[in-house]
């Protein structure tokens, strides 16, 4: 019953830059015809169908945005379904969890949110009907048999003997099965139907199994459970869904999900299968993103390195811009890789025009003006987005004592390098020149502590009145203004492009990808709401972290680097943009 393994993708090749908001796809064009020639009454009702045994990740993202994306288009709906029949791994943790990502992604299900597990007595009352029309049996052999009996790719099938029980005798098994008189695994409810098909989905798939456990909603008023082919296309059936989109593993259980509604005689959507998103760097099975978690490698299912879309809430991922990444990646039928830095080039996109800019140190390196005038503070006036002129400017307070970032020094300046070093001057952004006149080390180690610098007050604003010209300007913070705060710098959680491939992917994760650094930050940043996003001027995105709001303390995720690694990609592969 498992779908067929997913085909090395790809790489994918998408167009940025375009200007249509919503690029069309083969789905929307069969959607399209359908309206056109009235084959639904011209109702639109899709569903997005996750099971609750995980968290959302950035593929599920894809899925949501096409299915609820297509509802809004053309005036349907989209019903939020859980497709919970297996009480083993699903918790309500997991529907809570979904539900907050669909809100925040921005879709609303409204009243239609629906559970599988509501419908188990009228798929139990389909069961017997397709025993009773001969198309069911309950068979006595155990898992591994049923496995043996199968057959493979090149060889048919053998049949169960238990294949051709009277219907009656299938009634009276099956009844007994629901009430709990067999033992797990003693015996289960297959579909009879092609022992030879060269689709071995067909080889008389199993339509129920005996487990008893307790459900997260049904409780223990079930002890056999209906396999996902059986539940998934009577759901759509009941829920009268017309387009029932999936991804492409699935493209041979389509053979199976109509057999059972044709039979059955019930109403019957189109199953449309499309390519699932995989992405560099990431891992996007629940399977392995659950290992994750269990092996502590990360902190929890919202760890900021996590593709889920809890772990890009709160490492400051707009759902805007996640949105957007899934208009720009399209949806096409065969799979593909997509590159991260394209998602990373989104967020970045969102952000430049919405995170106001501050300035934050993230290394500190000290430095005191030696002619400022002792105990003065003035107020430095500084522009908050030069994207977005509407969001004003503030006050900066500057002093004799301030950080700048250890790296914009270099006690020996190689060719290239214009920041500041012995001698130079360089500006100091919304605030004055500053020239280095000394270098304060540490005795014992060597270490550069502290800079003595001059500064040339006819420069306030930053330009000289002379004329000359610097060729850097740093950032800064006053020393005796600025907030301390715990910054975590986070980088790709695997070392290799596709992860996936490799023989234990716990392997290839990065030691490095979570560094946590003690920054100086400008005193507006007091007391910044818990997830707003900013831009640290000349170092990135930044996002306060949501958890740590009780605690007093400001702690930022660093959601992405200025760099554009993007830009050099597309250029590469002379994709527009
Ligand atoms: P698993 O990782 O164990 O295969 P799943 O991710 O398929 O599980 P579901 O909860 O069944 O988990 O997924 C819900 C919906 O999201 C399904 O319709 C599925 O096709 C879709 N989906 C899952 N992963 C992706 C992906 N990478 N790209 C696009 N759609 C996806
Ligand atoms: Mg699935």
């Given at each position: ?10 790489r ?6 375009k ?30 169908p ?58 609303d ?76 695994g ?32 049904t ?49 019957h ?139 914009d ?111 100086k ?39 992405v ?9 597309a ?7």
């Amino acid at each position: 019953m498992s779908p067929t393994p997913p085909q090395k993708p790809e790489r994918s090749e998408p167009t940025i830059g375009k200007e249509t908001p919503v690029p069309s796809n083969f789905i929307r064009s069969i959607v399209e015809e359908d309206c056109r020639t009235g084959k639904w009454d011209g109702r639109v009702a899709t569903r997005f169908p996750p099971e609750p045994n995980g968290y959302l990740h950035i593929g599920h993202a894809k899925s949501i945005c096409l299915n609820f994306g297509l509802a809004a288009d053309f005036n349907g709906t989209c019903n939020l379904r859980f497709d919970d029949t297996n009480p083993l791994k699903e918790d309500v943790e997991y529907v809570d969890s979904i539900k907050e990502d669909v809100r925040w992604l921005g879709f609303d299900w409204q009243d239609r949110e629906y559970y599988a597990s509501d419908y188990f007595q009228q798929l139990y009352d389909y069961a017997v009907q397709l025993i009773h029309k001969g198309l069911a049996y309950v068979d006595d052999l155990n898992a591994d048999e049923i496995r043996e009996y199968r057959g493979t790719l090149t060889e048919p099938g053998r049949e169960s003997p238990w294949r051709n029980r009277p219907v009656e005798e299938n009634l009276d098994l099956f009844h007994r099965m629901r009430e709990g008189e067999f033992p797990d695994g003693s015996r289960v409810l297959r579909a009879k139907i092609d022992m030879a098909s060269p689709n071995l989905l067909m080889r008389d798939p199993t339509l129920y199994r005996i487990r008893k456990a307790s459900h997260h909603r049904t409780g223990d008023a079930w002890c056999i459970y209906p396999m996902y082919d059986f539940t998934h296309c009577l759901s759509d059936s009941i829920e009268h869904i017309t387009h029932s989109v999936c991804t492409l593993e699935f493209e041979n259980n389509r053979e199976l999900y109509d057999w059972v509604l044709a039979r059955l005689d019930v109403y019957h959507p189109q199953q449309i299968e499309f390519a699932r998103l995989n992405l560099t760097y990431t891992v996007l099975s629940k399977r392995k993103l659950i290992a994750l978690v269990e092996n502590g490698v990360v902190q929890g299912w919202d760890d900021p390195r996590m593709p889920t879309i809890s772990g890009m809430r709160r490492r400051g991922y707009p759902p805007e811009a996640i949105r957007n990444f899934c208009d720009r990646i399209g949806v096409a039928r065969r799979d593909s890789l997509v590159d991260f830095a394209l998602l990373e080039f989104c967020v970045r996109e969102y952000l430049n025009r919405h995170a106001p800019r501050v300035m934050a140190v993230l290394d500190p390196l000290k430095v005191v003006i030696e002619n400022w005038p002792e105990g003065r503070t003035e107020e430095m006036e500084a522009v908050n987005n030069p994207e977005d002129p509407a969001a004003g400017t503030r006050k900066v307070p500057f002093s004799g004592t301030l950080f700048i970032e250890r790296d914009d020094f270099r006690e020996e300046p190689p060719r290239k390098f214009f920041r500041l070093a012995p001698g130079r001057e360089v500006r100091l952004r919304y605030a004055y020149f500053i020239r280095c006149t000394d270098v304060i080390k540490d005795p014992d180690t060597g270490e550069v502590v502290e800079l003595r610098c001059t500064y040339d007050p006819e420069t306030r604003g930053g330009d000289a009145p002379d004329g000359r010209k610097v060729k850097a300007t740093l950032h800064w913070v006053s020393a005796s203004h600025a907030a301390d705060a715990e910054v975590r710098l986070y980088e790709h959680l695997f070392a290799e492009e596709r992860p996936g491939e490799a023989a234990d992917f716990l392997t290839t994760v990065r030691p490095d990808s979570l560094r946590t650094v003690a920054a100086k930050v400008e005193p507006g940043l007091t007391g910044a709401e818990p997830g707003s996003r900013w831009q640290f001027e000349r170092l990135g995105y930044f996002c306060v972290d949501p958890g740590d709001g009780e605690s007093g303390r400001l702690v930022f995720n660093r959601t992405v680097t200025l760099r554009d690694t993007w830009a050099k990609i597309a250029k590469k592969t002379k994709i527009s943009g």
